[in-house]
């Protein structure tokens, strides 16, 4: 049976992924899609040859579907999540799921008490590499897990040159683009809870008169003892990206790694040499679909959970508390950041 889509959102991320991965396998179709701007819902609509283009949420709920995909910009997830779960459709919702970890465990309650799924689309953890180092760690490859190193500081492509640095109230800056991804990714490949984060922000230039930040670093601390370092940012055109991982027995290098599509390589040194190790090259956002549509079966959870969502915001929300204040935060995904 098709899983029947509607689309919260004409954006560029639907646009680029997200359209194909529902359609990649047969067992999805878009429905309809919506726009706050009729004109544009019906261009978006016809451009990717989805049936119905509408411009309210009552008529997309209304529109025959079973689950919604939500990727507009940040302040409306909540509004647009909670109406949709309301009218009982299941709900994959981009990151950050809110603009606090306060309304995405709202988001979370309302789909446990209706019964819905709900998923984040947390790409990355979908990514063989991460996949495949996750493993290695839990198999004991590296020993005893000891620091982790994730370099995610990128540049933003001139279309994407708008709300992320001009609206902070839509979510903007880096830290809740970038840093809520990192968060996530750490914690899946480790498998474990960041319990702290110290941060630093930076307007280095592009997101500069706003308030916004495009650049921060991160300093995080594990229940385990492990401590890892996170660069984030818009604006370094040559940086490249990776993720690391060093443990008492050998370290993981992996290299360019953190990105949308299925590439890059995963690297393990120990006593015993270098060994590159092997993983899935599936598409990311493919297999995030794949996950739902399984879930919705009852074949498992979403690859990112509602709750993964509620972790990722709160320490996205933790690390811009610390910046602000000078301080370490605690992070607390059922109270919130405190200092
Ligand atoms: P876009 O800026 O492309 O789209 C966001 C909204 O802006 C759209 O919903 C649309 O409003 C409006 N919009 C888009 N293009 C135009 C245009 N040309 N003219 C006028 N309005 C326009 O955002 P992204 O796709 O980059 O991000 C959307 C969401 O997805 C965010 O929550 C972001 O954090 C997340 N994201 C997640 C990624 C991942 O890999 N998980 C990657 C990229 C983004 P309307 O729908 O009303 O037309």
Redesign the pocket.
């Known amino acids: 049976m098709s899983v029947k889509w509607g689309l919260?959102?004409?954006?560029?991320?639907?646009?680029?992924?997200m359209i194909n991965a529902i359609r990649a396998r047969g067992d999805g179709e878009i429905v309809a899609?919506?726009?706050?701007?009729p004109e544009?819902?019906t261009a978006?609509a016809r451009e990717h040859g989805i049936p119905d283009g509408v411009?309210t949420l009552d008529a997309l709920l209304g529109a025959g579907i079973d689950a919604v995909y939500?990727?507009?910009?940040?302040e409306?997830?909540l509004e647009q999540a909670l109406a949709a779960i309301n009218a009982g459709k299941h709900v994959l919702c981009?990151?950050?799921l809110a603009l606090t970890s306060a309304d995405a465990r709202r988001m979370v309650a309302a789909a446990k008490a209706a019964g819905v799924v709900l998923g984040t689309?947390?790409?990355?953890r979908n990514a063989g590499a991460h996949r495949a180092m996750r493993t290695a760690i839990a198999a004991g490859r590296i020993g005893r897990p000891i620091a982790a190193r994730v370099f995610h500081a990128v540049y933003l492509p001139e279309?994407?040159q708008?709300?992320?640095i001009t609206r902070p109230d839509a979510?903007g800056g880096a830290v809740?683009?970038i840093t809520?991804?990192d968060a996530d990714t750490l914690r899946f490949v480790l498998n474990e809870d960041p319990v702290e984060v110290s941060a630093f922000t930076q307007s280095a230039g592009m997101a500069s008169g706003q308030g916004l930040e495009d650049g921060a670093m991160c300093l995080w601390r594990f229940g385990s003892g492990v401590i890892a370092q996170s660069h984030e940012g818009f604006t370094t055109k040559y940086a490249g990206t990776g993720f690391e991982v060093h443990g008492s027995e050998g370290s993981l290098i992996a290299t360019g790694v953190m990105t949308?599509k299925p590439v890059g390589s995963v690297l393990l040194r120990t006593a015993k040499g270098e060994e590159e190790l092997a993983f899935d090259r599936e598409d990311?956002?493919t297999r995030s679909v794949r996950k739902f549509h399984a879930a919705l079966a009852g074949q498992g959870r979403p690859a990112a959970t509602g709750e993964d969502g509620v972790w990722s915001l709160a320490s996205a929300e933790a690390a811009l508390l610390s910046a602000k204040s000078g301080k370490a935060v605690s992070i607390d995904p059922e109270l919130g950041s405190a200092q």
């Open positions: 919260i959102g004409a954006s560029t991320i639907a646009r680029q992924f899609v919506m726009s706050a701007d544009r819902a978006f411009s939500i990727s507009t910009t940040n409306l997830h981009e990151k950050p689309n947390h790409h990355l279309h994407l708008g709300w992320r979510g809740l683009d809520v991804h949308q990311l956002y």
